[in-house]
């Protein structure tokens, strides 16, 4: 039992709050979380269309739990294609399935290899990590133009 004073309104007031086993579960529930900048994406800003390319996000779990298993991905969306509108491209935003473990406070190096549309123009893609298909921690977003051969 905690005993809690408050000022409201010029009074003070005392309450008192017991612990229960969902309060106590809530303050103790863990969180995902992940971090990363766009200094941490290696991607070349500008690609020649229909070429092969490499890229590598480095992504540390920022978070209380230890990602685990192909539920968690790295998550690639384009948020304006060339016409303005947002699509999907599975070629220029794969999502990349995590095969191995990753603990609180770790880095994954996340390898992938993307194709360049062969639709030439600037794309505004965003990364991050999901679960399933709740993404969490930072989304980050990269401008890439794509040139004719």
């Known amino acids: 039992m905690k005993t809690i004073k408050a000022i ?6 005392a309450s008192t ?5 969902a309060t ?5 529930s863990k969180s995902l979380d992940a971090e990363f900048r766009r200094s941490d994406i290696r991607m070349p800003t500008t690609m020649k269309a ?14 209380d739990i230890r990602w685990q298993g192909r539920q968690f991905r790295m998550k690639g969306k384009i948020r304006r294609s060339p016409s303005g509108a947002p699509a999907q491209r599975e070629e220029l935003t794969p999502d990349v399935d ?4 990753v603990n609180t406070g770790e880095v994954w190096d996340c390898h992938f290899s993307v194709h360049a549309p062969t639709w030439t123009g600037h794309y505004e893609l965003q990364y ?3 679960e399933g298909n709740n993404e969490f921690g930072d989304k980050v977003d990269v ?7």
């Open 98 to 101: 995590l095969v191995s473990v």
């Open 128 to 130: 991050s990590m999901a």
């Open 24 to 28: 106590t579960a809530l303050a103790a």
């Open 50 to 63: 229909g070429q092969k390319y490499d890229v590598v996000i480095k992504v540390k779990n920022s978070g």
């Open 8 to 13: 409201a309104l010029g009074l003070i007031v």
């Open 17 to 21: 709050v017991a612990s229960t086993p």
């Open 143 to 149: 401008d890439v133009d794509v040139v004719g051969k």
